[in-house]
């Protein structure tokens, strides 16, 4: 996998043998980093055996620092050892870095194997191979030698881990990403921009980067980014703003809506997320200190629904926003902005050269050729960086082709330049490099090799082609990424084709034509048809019946009009080879009745008016996908006993759905399931015990009676229940469970069965309540109880005469409003209490006695103190 401008997945991965320090100093090293903003690899849920598997290398190759804490029995494990191994592979590799904590252990024991560590170490070794006790003697022996902090030497262990964390701290700060050492001038940029964030200063600060297409905005931005993320609680790095919301216009309500939800989801780290008005955004982040990058705007509907005042966030907060359109910045009233111009003539050089030859001065003999190119592509990044890479272990005699080409051709000069690249590629890379451009930037390449991997494509070696001419990035979460300049490149390419040799339709007319008349043909394997301002369309019965090898087929709509009317027969045949149907707004209550299921690996049909989907059982093994959200009017689910793959299923605002089938039953790799307002589902089937799923979303399902016991691997989870006084004691078994989201209008009487594992609690209870305890140990809460006749929560697990408050959590937010007939105790202990970093909303007529800021009149004068908000609302009972 190549790794490109993406963040690396942790800040830290720590290495521990648990039953010595996982309760103890882990437990304290990990908070305080969670404190700083360092995310640190969590290893609760995996299962331990002598082999370490690919989910913890991969978490070791994808960490910037590896922690080694070195303790008597470390070396009792295999586990252990061989983590540090394969850390110690990283750090010579990759140029990880490695620090050590000697805990209770003389570093010499660890260095020699001697003592007590050495006894437990010889144990391990016994039966295993010379060659891999060799292995773990020489890690061994490395490790001990680099320095480190030793618990002996403090009396204090509170203070030695604030200390770690801010060496963690530093480091991260320090030493920049190796994903972005190929870019010349990066420090200076990153200089310039710190010096305009003044960070030193909390005030909230929105920051401007501009600069034409192909100069690298997002790749400084992705950069400061990973500089930055350590000193923020709540970050998120929001990629492809234009490209991924260009339907969002004046006026459009909903659409910014999805746009804030996006950011909230991804910000605060929740499975899904629903608002309702456009001022959620700012009540949940009001007092939180948080770092957001938005990357490409390109309209200021886009920046009023994310960043419309930067003083509804936290002390400290940084807004980064980056756009080719400058006058864009002066309209939203940016003028802390900073542009990014082009690189000087010998800077220039230095970018091909590193791409062209890997290095940093021209091979000999090239010199004049390189100066020439250089000038061709007008000195801008993405032009030399493509044109250089195509040029890379080329001939003498080739780069001259290539560059006579260049100085001729009658094309745009920055297509022209990009075109190079495209055309230096193989006749099967080519076709690879137009599908991910029309259908799959922005994906996952395991998604895509199961898309494109049987179409006669070498998808691996293609990919790692493309890679190489840097004509896409991959990055280290998977995803793949084409710059928006090269997307349009390849639609003009398309364009210029023969019509009668294109494989991928994209042009409006030419489809609605192809459509009408049935004038498809074998070579089409893909269609991407915008029907925005089309007027009417009619599909005749036959129209992909000349299209047998149509596997891509994507109906959506750029813009939203009432006129764009796309008219289909109930006869309608598709393809037998089709594997991607995403169709919006599909205008039939059902799907055709002959309908090929067997290859589709992606059924994407939202807003539809879709009642049904199919009858029977169909063959469905390849599906992995299933988005059907907003299709309110569909009553019933297809049997999906076959669909042994699906892994992602939405079904949000599907409001007609009333029951959930049996057939869930068998959907064994469902990792995220989405049911946001099923209003009229009742309840969800005992036997949906699905071990795969990771994150589920029942919230706003008003009639919902139950609670279900659905996985123990589920990390995030949300429901709506009508009626709940207690949370089920098999939650106690959800030992991955992170975030749990609950609303009811039962009498919610506690919580204490939730695993140890849960550090984020949001509870919303409407009617009367009286919650007498909950857990303690949580990250962050936020309880919100509406016309409450009483409530009491106490902080403890034993039921006491006195009242504790229980909100010691680093973020805590309670909105009691309405709640008239509130304990005065609670009151009292909730007025008193003081919150790291969170508010309180309490009812009431007149200002507390606990306040200590009182005046008559009109107003009174508070002088700010950090990270602590005010709200005060009057309610009228």
Known sequence: MAFSSGNWRYSVFPSFHGPDVRVTFMSHLKKQFHHNGIIAFNDEGIERSKLIGSELIRAIRESRISIVVLSVNYGSSSWCLNELVEILKCQESAGQIVMTVFYKVDPCDVRKQMGEFGKTFKKTCEGKTETQVHKWIQALTHVANIAGEHSVNWNNEAKMIEKIALNVSDNLNATPSRDFDGMVGLEVHLGKIQSLLVLENDEPMTLGISGPAGIGKTTIARALYNQLSPDFPLRYFMENVGGSYRNIGCGDHGSKLRLQEQLLLHILNQANMNIYHLDVLSERLCNQKVLIILDDVDSLDQLDALAKDIYHFGSGSRIIVTTKDQELLQRFGTNNTYHVGFPSNGEALEIFFRYAFRRSSSQYGFEKLAIRVTELCSNLPLGLRVVGSSLQSKSRDEWEVIVHRLENSLDGDLERVLRVGYETLHEKDQALFLHIAVFFNYKDQDYVKSMIGDCCLDVKHGLRNLVNRSLIDIYTNGDIVMHNLLQQMARQVIHRQEPWKRNILIDTHEICDVLEYDTGTRTVSGISFDTSETGEVFISKGAFKRMRNLQFLS????????????????????PPRLKLLHWDVYPRKSLPMIFHLKNLVELHMRDSQLEKLWEGSQLLTNLKKMDLSMSCHLKELPDLSNATNLERLNLNDCESLVEIPSSFSNLHKLKALSMFACTKLEVIPAHMKLASLESVDMTACQRLRNFPDISRNVSQ????????????????????????TITTRGKLKSLTHLPQSVRHLHVSCIGEQRIQYFKKNLHQVEVYLNRCRSSVLRGDCELKEGLTCPYDTPYTQLNYTNC??????????????????????????????????????NCVTIHPISNVSLIISRSVS
């Open 717 to 740: 989870f949300s429901i709506s229940v009508e009626e709940l006084d207690q949370v089920p004691e098999s939650i106690r078994h959800w030992s991955r469970l992170h975030v749990l």
């Open 555 to 574: 109906v959506h709509k750029r813009k939203h009009g009432e006129k764009d009317i796309v008219r289909i027969p109930q006869d309608l045949e598709f």
């Open 820 to 857: 008239f007939k509130l304990d005065r105790e609670v009151q009292k202990a909730i007025l008193t209490q003081y919150f790291a970093q969170g508010w309180a909303c309490l009812p009431g007529s007149e200002v507390p006695v606990e306040f200590d800021h009182r005046a008559k009149g």
